[in-house]
């Protein structure tokens, strides 16, 4: 490494009086050498090719500062301090192939980007194939329309819980947005409800010209925000297929209760316990077990919340879930999700949902009851 380093010295010296094309030519051979080279280098080599290039670099016209960001943007091992400088630049055209596509930046760069820089650099950021939530709770806080529908219809990049709850404020407002909001993995049920929120104080400004009858109104605007959530193409005014062929319960219906419900989880009956909570929830029992499967907790949790299941028994469903045990993570989320969930919003919900059953539906299950004794 000694004679490299007498090389860095000695570029160093010979360029102090050079010319920017004679300085501009040294860059491109050195930076093609760089990325022939940089599979076989270790960290110390690529750190020695990393003072060279950026002290190149620094002095050159805009045009070739441009090259360089193009060439370095796709390197999975770049020179990350010659990096960091292209994509602070003060020129978009020169920070934006590095600032898009680079994986050499670190977040904190990332995030003071973010913070400090005009909306062209922000657009840049919200291309990038993934973010931090520190990077992009500012961009949503920040950012354009564009940049902020970007980032919702990219699940690769985290939002935080604050992030969400911005979009979902946002959301209101823009049904696309809210599409694309409500197709997103990490999406809670405390966001939702700060979504229905947000869509219902939203709608009730716009109708205060209305009658004085808040009590009709407010039941009203739960249930329009809810059925929005349930099913965003009512936004559309477009015809839907009936979907009562799937709702109708076909398995025997015997007297339950919670204490029946919680007596089966207790046992391990667990395919006993999801009939007894689709019977009471007023759905089909494919639903439910659906929701039990599903990869997330929100399902159930919303169908537990409806029909009155309490925290502790609600646990014991998510450990048989589980295979018997929770992890101090998922224990955590699903305390704060069920606290989070009124049951009047959940049971708003559920009868929205059972009202688009259909009539065929109902009319299964008030058979269905007219056998318990």
């Given amino acids: 490494m000694n004679s490299i380093s007498s090389l860095v010295a000695d570029i160093e010296s010979a360029l102090s009086e050079d010319a920017g094309e004679r300085r501009h ?69 020169v920070a934006r192939p590095v600032i898009e596509r680079s994986p050499c930046i670190s977040e904190d760069d990332l995030a003071r980007i973010a913070q400090e ?37 990219n699940n690769r990049q985290a939002l935080s819980d604050f992030g969400l709850r911005l979009l979902a404020q946002k959301a209101t407002g823009d049904h696309r947005l809210y599409r694309l909001l409500r197709g997103r993995p990490d999406l809670a049920l405390r966001h939702v409800g700060a979504i229905l929120e947000a869509a219902k104080q939203r709608a009730k400004s716009e109708m205060s010209d209305l009658p004085d009858q808040p009590d009709i109104l407010e039941r009203a605007l739960d249930v329009g925000a809810a059925s929005i959530f349930i099913n965003p193409d009512v936004l559309d005014l477009k015809e839907h297929e009936s979907a009562s062929a799937k709702a109708t319960i076909v398995w025997p219906v015997w007297p339950t209760d919670m204490r029946r419900i919680a007596g089966q989880i207790e046992r391990g009956d667990i395919a006993e316990a999801l009939a007894g909570m689709a019977y009471l929830a007023e759905i089909s029992r494919e639903s439910v077990e659906n929701a039990f499967t599903s990869p997330h907790f929100d399902s159930i949790l919303f169908m537990a919340r409806a029909i009155g299941m309490d925290w502790h028994i609600f646990v014991s ?21 069920f606290h989070a969930l009124s049951k009047s919003t959940a049971e708003r919900v559920m009868r929205f949902i059972a009202s688009r059953l259909g009539k065929a539906a109902n009319g299964g299950l008030s058979q269905t009851r007219s056998n318990v004794r």
């Fill in 317 to 337: 469903l998510l450990k048989a879930r589980e295979g018997g045990e929770l992890s101090n993570d998922l224990y955590d989320r699903a305390h704060a999700s």
């Fill in 117 to 153: 820089k005009s909306v062209e650099f922000l657009a840049s950021l919200s291309k990038r194939v993934s973010l931090p939530s520190t990077v992009t709770d500012i961009l949503l806080d920040r950012g354009s329309a564009d940049i902020v529908q970007r980032v919702a219809e």
């Fill in 25 to 93: 030519a040294l860059l491109r051979r050195i930076t093609g050498l760089f990325i022939d080279q940089v599979p076989d280098l270790n960290e110390e080599h690529i750190s020695v090719f990393d003072e060279v290039i950026l002290c190149l670099a620094i002095e050159i016209e805009i045009a070739a500062r441009i090259e360089l960001s193009e060439k370095l943007a796709d390197l999975p091992r770049g020179p990350r301090r010659t990096i960091q400088n292209l994509a602070h630049d003060d020129e978009i055209d």
